[in-house]
T-cell receptor, first 118, second 113 residues
Framework: DAGVIQSPRHEVTEMGQEVTLRCKPI?????LFWYRQTMMRGLELLIY????????DSGMPEDRFSAKMPNASFSTLKIQPSEPRDSAVYFC????????????????FGEGSRLTVL | DQQVKQNSPSLSVQEGRISILNCDYT??????FLWYKKYPAEGPTFLIS?????DKNEDGRFTVFLNKSAKHLSLHIVPSQPGDSAVYFC????????????FGTGTRLQVTL
């Protein structure tokens, strides 16, 4: 079975450019998460969706960041304009959260998109 | 405001010995805790978890201990193997928050020969 698929794996761009990161969650999962990994803060939750609806975007650092989930099999994280401090590894993760069943909290992560903003 | 803290950024252990990774949390409402393992250039993968109704959970060489009064959990790996060398993330969640996890900053474990 395919896991969470992220693209691109690596992105190098110049300050001020728009960056779009893409994610395809595991089929059948109804929750999708975007995390950012930095040395100082570890894995930070940026935003998560449940049934394609954004539930909590309190981790989105600034208005320069936006995320969409137009359907159950695709999500994007956009940074516009990008800045050097946005350089990090961005992970997408998915899970199944049942309404009436306890969920274990286990997330399935993609391999990440390493972003470098010069 | 780091609600989940891993105060040791790195740990080196000899093969065959016990590795103990520690994690502290500040939010007493957290009721489910997980450990994830991450190899370079890969995404984190789930390792083991524990519910707040338990104080220990074991899976093979991996055991997680939870001390709710101290808001502390630890991961024990016995015996440690070179393949265990990775970054370990502690995570916590609230039941009913659709798997929303709060992660620590990670501890890099190196198991030496």
């Amino acid at each position: 079975d395919a896991g969470v698929i992220q693209s691109p794996r690596h992105e190098v761009t110049e300050m001020g450019q728009e960056v779009t990161l893409r994610c395809k969650p595991i089929s059948g999962h109804n929750s999708l998460f975007w995390y950012r990994q930095t040395m100082m803060r570890g894995l930070e939750l940026l935003i998560y969706f449940n049934n394609n609806v954004p539930i909590d975007d309190s981790g989105m650092p600034e208005d320069r960041f936006s995320a969409k989930m137009p359907n159950a099999s695709f999500s994007t994280l956009k940074i516009q304009p990008s800045e050097p401090r946005d350089s990090a590894v961005y992970f997408c993760a998915s899970s199944f959260a049942g309404t009436y069943i306890a969920n274990t909290g286990e997330l399935f992560f993609g391999e990440g998109s390493r972003l470098t903003v010069l | 405001d780091q609600q989940v803290k891993q105060n040791s950024p790195s740990l080196s252990v000899q093969e065959g010995r016990i590795s103990i990774l520690n994690c502290d949390y500040t939010n007493s409402m957290f009721d489910y805790f997980l450990w994830y393992k991450k190899y370079p250039a890969e995404g984190p993968t789930f390792l083991i978890s524990i519910s707040s109704i338990k104080d220990k959970n074991e899976d093979g060489r991996f055991t997680v201990f939870l001390n709710k009064s101290a808001k502390h959990l630890s991961l024990h790996i016995v015996p440690s193997q070179p393949g265990d060398s990775a970054v370990y993330f502690c995570a916590a969640s609230l039941t009913g928050t659709a798997s929303k996890l709060t992660f620590g900053t990670g501890t890099r474990l190196q198991v030496t020969l």
